[in-house]
């Protein structure tokens, strides 16, 4: 559901539906909220850092001179 980009609290409700959980037997949301901040940062490279590294990579990839690649026709 994380990877859905599902926000906790339907994460918490289709948790409750899918096994039949009563409201007290449910994880508080703030232990999904953690599980899902969690497993995006892990899994799903969703944090700040990542977003610094692609910006550097597109840097070093491209630089500063700009290229062009063109099928040629025959």
Same mark, same amino acid.
């Given at each position: 559901?994380?990877?859905?980009?599902?926000?906790?609290?339907?994460? +918490? &409700?289709?948790?409750?539906?899918?096994?039949?959980?009563?409201?007290?037997? *449910?994880?508080?949301?703030?232990? =999904?909220?953690? %599980?899902?901040?969690?497993?995006s940062?892990?899994?799903?490279h +969703? &944090?700040?850092?990542?977003?610094?590294?692609?910006?550097?990579?597109?840097? *070093?990839?491209?630089?500063?001179? =700009?290229?062009? %690649?063109?099928?040629?026709?025959?």
């Amino acid at each position: 559901m994380v990877t859905q980009g599902l926000k906790p609290s339907r994460i +918490r &409700n289709g948790m409750a539906r899918r096994f039949g959980l009563t409201e007290s037997e *449910l994880p508080t949301l703030r232990q =999904v909220q953690w %599980f899902v901040s969690s497993y995006s940062k892990k899994n799903l490279h +969703r &944090n700040d850092d990542y977003d610094q590294i692609l910006s550097q990579i597109d840097q *070093l990839a491209y630089g500063p001179t =700009v290229s062009i %690649f063109v099928w040629l026709e025959t």
